[in-house]
T-cell receptor
Framework: DAGVIQSPRHEVTEMGQEVTLRCKPI?????LFWYRQTMMRGLELLIY????????DSGMPEDRFSAKMPNASFSTLKIQPSEPRDSAVYFC?????????FGQGTRLTVV | DQQVKQNSPSLSVQEGRISILNCDYT??????FLWYKKYPAEGPTFLIS?????DKNEDGRFTVFLNKSAKHLSLHIVPSQPGDSAVYFC????????????FGSGTQLTVLP
């Protein structure tokens, strides 16, 4: 298994632009998580899907952020419009029962 | 409100000595705890875990201790090696169906040769 696959690895965009981050979870895993890592806050849970259904999105910072999971093998995290304070590393993780396996992350820079 | 806290942002240890990383939690619903290791430019990788029914779990050089009454867990690395230098995250899972991980803020471990 290739593990959790995220794309792109790096994204540089201008303020105000739409950004879409993509994630392919490990096959057979029924939970998917989006995390954001910053120096100030460490790893923050943004949203959690179980069986493709959003269970907890209380960590999504504001309406500019949205996430979808149209099927068991794909999820997106969209930021529209993006702002410089959104610059961070965004991780996707998937799990079946305990713990989680992480992708390599997308480093987002909004200038 | 941080439910999982790692109060030491950094720790330096000499090669061959013991590294002790600490973690405190506040939510009594947590029943499973994990440690992740993260190298720069990579995602966190699972290291070791412990269920709340145990107070110790050992895997090679890594041992995790859980003190439920104090809501405290620690990760011991013996002996420490330079390749252990990374950020270590403590994470916790609540009992029940909501299995989302809550992470601490991480501790940067540096093992000096």
């Amino acid at each position: 298994d290739a593990g959790v696959i995220q794309s792109p690895r790096h994204e540089v965009t201008e303020m105000g632009q739409e950004v879409t981050l993509r994630c392919k979870p490990i096959s057979g895993h029924n939970s998917l998580f989006w995390y954001r890592q910053t120096m100030m806050r460490g790893l923050e849970l943004l949203i959690y899907f179980n069986n493709n259904v959003p269970i907890d999105d209380s960590g999504m910072p504001e309406d500019r952020f949205s996430a979808k999971m149209p099927n068991a093998s794909f999820s997106t995290l969209k930021i529209q419009p993006s702002e410089p304070r959104d610059s961070a590393v965004y991780f996707c993780a998937s799990s079946y029962l305990y713990g989680a396996f992480f992708g390599q992350g997308t480093r987002l820079t909004v200038v | 409100d941080q439910q999982v806290k790692q109060n030491s942002p950094s720790l330096s240890v000499q090669e061959g000595r013991i590294s002790i990383l600490n973690c405190d939690y506040t939510n009594s619903m947590f029943d499973y705890f994990l440690w992740y290791k993260k190298y720069p430019a990579e995602g966190p990788t699972f290291l070791i875990s412990i269920s709340s029914i145990k107070d110790k779990n050992e895997d090679g050089r890594f041992t995790v201790f859980l003190n439920k009454s104090a809501k405290h867990l620690s990760l011991h690395i013996v002996p420490s090696q330079p390749g252990d230098s990374a950020v270590y995250f403590c994470a916790a899972l609540p009992a029940g169906s909501a299995r989302q991980l809550t992470f601490g803020s991480g501790t940067q471990l540096t093992v000096l040769p």
